[in-house]
């Protein structure tokens, strides 16, 4: 997550009591669909308050006409991913159909299952009236719960539509005031007149989410493939596309099969060669090695104070430099080009960085007590600003000291 974002006085752990909270302050919601570890990161770090992991994704995801054949499994599946990415937003997950209408005990079951197996925060399920002793159950089990009125998916076979906008106002608001009064912490008003739904969020304390509903209401939600503007052929009047990344995403493919017909990917600079020299393999490993002039001798701070070496050093000393393979157990041995007058850098493929060094003669003095200093022979050197590394790399360290000796016949460091 974006580190400034992180630090700001806004962000805070969303929560179904400060999501309450949120109407009495005056502060408008706004959540959005997810249903991968990838869209709910993106939309955590931009600050969306919750995330809805809803059984829309058996239409967007899974390419099915409607939202019944979505099962409890596939809710789980989809909701732990989501968890799992989300840092501050709240989640709830969807109960899907048939998962909570048997029974009030079957939908205690089902949604105690999905909290324990996702670590979401709350759950949401379709109805008002009818789903009272359901809510009732849920909130008295202590597992926080979503109403769903007006046009609920779920019913699409009774409603006899998706897009039907619901107009009977006694109804909607008897479901709106019977999910409050049996526990529900919100409710999302769907496809419904903007006078009913202003009327209904004055009526009730809980925030009210709409979609299609009108901007009275507490806070919005959309779904998100649908607001990225990755649907095509859905175009609701309520539907606003923030981005087209349908169009965006088609023409970069179709770049990337002209480039790969045309040879132009992939190009040198998005190959690897490991012959080429020490400069640009550093290049590759995004470590910047300076490379002074010819007449910049100039030794970088932090630096030994043999790193360079003279014209002379340059062509006498070609030497081989090994290092062990980080998946096989062979040895790559290169030498040092008599142009350079920076050494050979071998990178170690690991997070710890290890730096070869050439020998100094009388000039190196042995300090094995300190890793942050030269090592003798065929050693490596680890800067001042390297110190705190992970374990893992300090094990790989112990592990070159094992296969990196000492040669100098006037050093004690075997």
Same mark, same amino acid.
């Given at each position: 997550? #974006?580190?400034?974002? /992180?630090? +700001?006085?806004? =962000?805070?752990?969303?929560?179904?009591?400060?999501?309450?909270?949120?109407?009495?302050?005056?502060?408008?919601?706004?959540?959005?669909?997810?249903?991968?570890?990838?869209?709910?990161?993106?939309?955590?770090?931009?600050?969306?308050?919750?995330?809805?992991? &809803?059984?829309?994704? &058996?239409?967007?995801?899974? &390419?099915?006409?409607?939202?019944?054949?979505?099962?409890?499994?596939q809710m789980i599946y989809h909701g732990e991913m989501v968890v799992r990415s989300v840092q501050r937003a709240l989640v709830i997950v969807d109960l899907p159909f048939m998962s909570y209408q048997v029974s009030p005990m079957q939908a205690v079951e089902n949604a105690g299952r999905v909290f324990k197996e996702t670590g979401c925060g709350a759950v949401k399920l379709e109805g008002g009236?009818?789903?009272?002793?359901?809510?009732?159950? !849920?909130? +008295?089990?202590? !597992?926080?719960?979503?109403?769903?009125?007006?046009?609920?998916p779920q019913s699409v076979r009774k409603l006899g539509s998706m897009s039907k906008i619901q107009r009977d106002e006694v109804e909607l608001l008897a479901d709106a005031k019977t999910a409050e009064e049996a526990g529900a912490f919100g409710i999302v008003l769907e496809l419904m007149p903007r006078s009913i739904a202003a009327k209904i969020t004055n009526s009730v304390s809980i925030p009210?989410?709409?979609?299609?509903?009108?901007?009275?209401?507490?806070?919005? %939600?959309?779904?998100?493939?649908?607001?990225?503007?990755?649907?095509?052929? =859905?175009?609701?009047?309520? !539907?606003?596309?923030?981005?087209?990344?349908?169009?965006?995403?088609?023409?970069?493919?179709?770049?990337?099969?002209? @480039?790969? #017909?045309?040879?132009? =990917?992939?190009?040198?600079?998005?190959?690897?060669?490991?012959?080429?020299?020490?400069?640009?393999?550093?290049?590759?490993?995004?470590?910047?090695?300076?490379?002074?002039?010819?007449?910049?001798?100039?030794?970088?701070?932090?630096?030994?104070?043999?790193?360079?070496?003279?014209?002379?050093? +340059?062509? !006498?000393?070609?030497?081989? %430099?090994?290092?062990?393979?980080?998946?096989?157990?062979?040895?790559?041995?290169?030498?040092?080009?008599?142009?350079?007058?920076?050494?050979?850098?071998?990178? @170690?493929?690991?997070?710890?960085?290890?730096?070869?060094?050439?020998?100094?003669?009388?000039?190196?003095?042995?300090?094995?007590? #300190?890793?942050? /200093?030269? /090592?003798?022979?065929?050693?490596?050197?680890?800067?001042?600003?390297?110190?705190?590394?992970?374990?893992?790399?300090?094990?790989?360290?112990?592990?070159?000291?094992?296969?990196?000796?000492?040669?100098?016949?006037?050093?004690?460091?075997?």
């Amino acid at each position: 997550m #974006n580190e400034s974002h /992180r630090a +700001s006085p806004s =962000f805070h752990t969303m929560t179904v009591p400060r999501f309450m909270a949120a109407k009495s302050h005056g502060r408008k919601l706004s959540v959005l669909t997810a249903y991968d570890y990838l869209w709910a990161g993106l939309f955590d770090e931009a600050g969306v308050d919750a995330i809805l992991v &809803g059984d829309s994704l &058996g239409m967007v995801v899974q &390419g099915k006409s409607t939202t019944m054949p979505v099962t409890l499994d596939q809710m789980i599946y989809h909701g732990e991913m989501v968890v799992r990415s989300v840092q501050r937003a709240l989640v709830i997950v969807d109960l899907p159909f048939m998962s909570y209408q048997v029974s009030p005990m079957q939908a205690v079951e089902n949604a105690g299952r999905v909290f324990k197996e996702t670590g979401c925060g709350a759950v949401k399920l379709e109805g008002g009236v009818h789903q009272a002793d359901t809510i009732r159950a !849920l909130a +008295s089990a202590d !597992l926080p719960v979503m109403a769903h009125v007006g046009m609920r998916p779920q019913s699409v076979r009774k409603l006899g539509s998706m897009s039907k906008i619901q107009r009977d106002e006694v109804e909607l608001l008897a479901d709106a005031k019977t999910a409050e009064e049996a526990g529900a912490f919100g409710i999302v008003l769907e496809l419904m007149p903007r006078s009913i739904a202003a009327k209904i969020t004055n009526s009730v304390s809980i925030p009210t989410i709409g979609i299609g509903a009108g901007p009275d209401c507490d806070g919005q %939600v959309l779904v998100s493939c649908d607001m990225l503007g990755l649907t095509a052929g =859905f175009q609701p009047r309520f !539907l606003k596309r923030f981005a087209d990344l349908r169009a965006t995403s088609i023409a970069a493919a179709r770049q990337y099969i002209a @480039e790969i #017909n045309n040879g132009d =990917f992939p190009d040198s600079v998005h190959s690897h060669d490991w012959r080429s020299s020490s400069r640009s393999l550093a290049r590759a490993c995004r470590v910047d090695v300076p490379v002074p002039a010819e007449t910049d001798r100039a030794k970088p701070a932090g630096f030994p104070s043999d790193w360079f070496l003279t014209d002379q050093q +340059s062509d !006498l000393r070609k030497r081989s %430099v090994s290092r062990w393979c980080d998946s096989r157990n062979e040895r790559i041995d290169r030498a040092s080009p008599p142009e350079m007058h920076s050494p050979v850098i071998e990178i @170690e493929k690991s997070r710890s960085r290890a730096i070869v060094a050439p020998d100094s003669n009388e000039r190196h003095r042995c300090n094995l007590g #300190n890793e942050d /200093r030269a /090592r003798c022979g065929n050693r490596y050197w680890f800067p001042d600003s390297w110190r705190g590394v992970e374990d893992s790399n300090r094990r790989f360290r112990r592990r070159w000291r094992s296969v990196i000796q000492c040669s100098h016949p006037r050093h004690s460091c075997r």
